[in-house]
């Protein structure tokens, strides 16, 4: 089972820029749909984005379309995530997962990362 490492998170304020980052482990990175999901305090753990194993297709939750890019590095065993125009109301704690391209659910999703807290102050 591959492992998955966030990072990347902090502390920004409303309208600033962070990318995260997931590495994972193991020879076969290049063979999953990856995808971001975050959770907010008392919230359920929410889709934010797929990208496919080769990297041209993705799907985004309507929330952050158009300011969050989800984007692979296969020869990095790395995914990301770049949000911009960051709101409040993405403050949460952001988990990269494997599982299907087109899956939005938790349980959809197999392996994930021990999470990286984004923090967007007004």
């Known amino acids: 089972q591959v492992q998955l490492v966030e990072s990347g998170g902090g502390l920004v304020q409303a309208g600033g820029s962070l990318r995260l980052s997931c590495t994972a482990s193991?020879?076969?990175?290049?063979?999953?749909?990856m995808g971001w999901f975050r959770q907010a305090p008392g919230k359920e753990r929410e889709f934010v984005a797929t990208?496919?194993?080769?990297?041209?297709?993705?799907y985004y939750a309507d929330s952050v379309k158009g300011r969050f890019t989800i984007s692979r590095d296969n020869a990095k065993n790395t995914v990301y995530l770049q949000m911009n125009s960051l709101k409040p109301e993405d403050t949460a704690v952001y988990y990269c997962a494997t599982g299907p391209l087109r899956g939005t659910k938790e349980n959809d999703f197999a392996s994930w990362g021990q999470g990286t807290q984004v923090i967007v102050s007004s």
């Open positions: 193991g020879p076969t990175f290049s063979s999953y749909a």
């Open positions: 990208i496919s194993w080769s990297g041209s297709t993705t």
